[in-house]
């Protein structure tokens, strides 16, 4: 029995075998025309009335349609046949996996260090990171000079007692326009009065206990309101107008000679022949151990045993010999070079600080802007400042632009006339000024003097005043306006006998030619060369004759 076609949406095939659009599916299928029989003549077809399908539209029009279809397609060029695409491996979907995750990481990673780096910021300076972009100049003093106190600590050291007494304190003045700087090393035994604060040793004492005497609390506003509060304190002492603070722990000792290659040169320059040695540090080489052999503590400590050991000369250093020679001071037998004690700590500090400079303008770290942001991000939980994020790259420009020959040292013990001395207040060794507990005026006098943008502070150079005017008094009183001016005045007295102009200025030796120019402009004389009339003060470097004041003649 024939299969009854079956319908499909109201379609019915027009021939067998044969699929709607021809090509889909497999090879165009070719008509065959039956051919008649021999003894059959062809019967004419007579025309079958239209049968209409249940859309409304006959069999017939469908064919029709169809027949068009596959008779344009015959004669269109035939669409070159794709291969159908390959699933993907399983090794390639891992890499795009792999590809993904990886691009998320670097995403993540980059949110993680640029929040770290916020953060770090924040920790070291004070406001926004955005601020970075700025460049704002320090603040400075009625001299053009900016003014920093450091202070170092041993917070971050397990097991230190005292952590947060200051085992340095420096102050670094800079002069933006001149490019020079000076550091001055505040002794840590300086025996000063708390200014109505009372501390662990009362309402006086040394002054390496008040910063953390007045650190109130943790975190970053407490670090700096310590810093601020210490800034006004030494200020104080000092005559300065400081306007910045930093504290620095020896983490940070560490991580700066890490990051400018792991070593640093200084020179050491001891009064004793073998150079400096502190056995202080020994603990180091492993002496003190039951199990360290002396072959274990000279290999480790060559080439006698001891951690602080250098001839006078070179030495390279690295980050921890570098930490403990700034604290050495020869307080424990046997040592020798630390005869000043803390007075040579503190200039091993000041070599060392200009020793990391030095270093890394030479290892191109301070011409990087990339890896100062590094390291001070690498800082940011132990490094402490009052500055502001704005002025961050002000910083960075005058320690590249300040040469090392600009950087002097201004010593309070050194040459013929120290400011101070040690000595024993209550039973308790000490440093205080040579004029008197308490007493700053000649610590103030040589900062002022040194510090000075004035030519006539900074020379100092003494003056005589001598009255011939006939008029009591008036030597004196020239002295005293003089003072006022910041001029230094040796005396006054009478000059000897003999008719003088109105002013004679005698300059004695050469130099000070700012004190030179000041006085000729005050007085509207030019200086005289020779020797004056009267014998005076081998320290005298100028002379200022008064005559007579003359009459107006014109006057009625």
Not at 22 to 50: M, S, W
Not at 214 to 227: I, Q, S, W
Request: hydrophobic share 35%.
């Amino acid at each position: 029995m024939a299969r009854k076609q079956v319908s499909m949406d109201g379609f019915v095939p027009s021939r067998p075998n044969r699929r709607v659009g021809g090509i889909i599916g497999g090879e165009q299928p070719t008509e065959k025309k039956p051919k008649p029989l021999a003894e059959e003549k062809p019967v004419e077809e007579t025309p079958r009335p239209l049968r209409r399908t249940a859309g409304g539209i006959s069999k017939a029009e469908i064919d029709e349609s169809l027949r068009g279809i596959d008779e344009s397609e015959e004669q269109a060029p035939r669409p070159r046949r794709r291969d159908p695409q390959r699933p993907p491996s399983n090794r390639s979907k891992w890499i795009k996996r792999f590809l993904i995750f990886a691009v998320v990481m670097a995403v993540l990673v980059g949110v993680y260090v640029g929040f770290k780096a916020v953060v770090a910021s924040n920790n070291v300076f004070k406001g926004s990171i955005f601020d970075v972009f700025q460049n704002v100049p320090l603040k400075q003093d009625a001299n053009g000079r900016s003014n920093i106190i450091m202070v170092g600590t041993s917070e971050d050291d397990p097991g230190h007692e005292g952590g947060t007494l200051t085992d340095s304190m420096m102050i670094l003045s800079l002069d933006q326009t001149k490019k020079n700087a000076f550091m001055i090393s505040i002794p840590r035994d300086l025996y000063v009065k708390y200014g109505g604060t009372a501390c662990n040793s009362g309402y006086a004492g040394k002054i390496n206990e008040y910063y953390g005497c007045v650190h109130d609390g943790k975190g970053v506003d407490a670090d700096r309101a310590a810093l601020t509060k210490e800034a006004e304190f030494i200020g104080e002492i000092t005559g300065l107008d400081i306007q910045y603070g930093i504290n620095v722990n020896y983490t940070v000792m560490r991580e700066m000679v890490k990051a400018v290659g792991g070593s640093i040169t200084v020179t050491i320059e001891s009064r004793d022949p073998r150079g400096q040695m502190d056995s202080n540090f020994d603990w180091k080489c492993g002496v003190g151990d039951r199990k360290s052999t002396r072959a274990s503590i000279l290999k480790r400590c060559p080439p006698n045993g001891h951690f602080i050991d250098y001839p006078n000369g070179p030495v390279t250093l690295d980050a921890e010999h570098a930490l403990y020679l700034a604290q050495a001071r020869g307080d424990s037998a046997p040592t020798y070079g630390f005869e000043q004690s803390n007075f040579d700590r503190e200039k091993n500090q000041q070599k060392i600080i200009k020793a990391l400079r030095e270093k890394a303008l030479s290892a191109g770290v301070l011409a990087d802007f990339g890896k100062v942001s590094s390291i001070i991000d690498a800082l940011g939980n132990n490094l402490r400042t009052t500055f502001e994020t704005k002025e961050f790259r002000t910083l960075v420009t005058l320690a590249q632009n300040i040469k090392n020959d600009d950087i002097k040292s201004i010593s309070l013990i050194d040459g013929d006339d120290p400011i101070m001395i040690t000595g024993n207040v209550n039973g308790m060794s000490v440093v205080k000024p040579v004029a008197g507990t308490y007493d700053y005026t000649d610590l103030r006098a040589l900062l002022k003097k040194r510090l000075s943008s004035d030519p006539v502070i900074q020379e100092a150079a003494p003056i005589a005043v001598y009255n011939g005017s006939g008029v009591a008094g008036a030597g004196q009183t020239e002295a005293d306006k003089l003072k006022s001016e910041g001029y230094t005045v040796d005396g006054a007295a009478n000059a000897p006998k003999g008719t003088y102009p109105q002013y004679t200025l005698y300059q004695i030796g050469d130099g000070n030619s700012g004190t030179a120019n000041r006085l000729m402009q005050k007085y509207g004389v030019k200086i005289t060369k020779g020797t004056p009339p009267m014998t005076v003060d081998t320290a005298v470097r100028f002379v200022l004759i008064l005559g007579p004041v003359p009459t107006d003649k014109t006057a009625n």
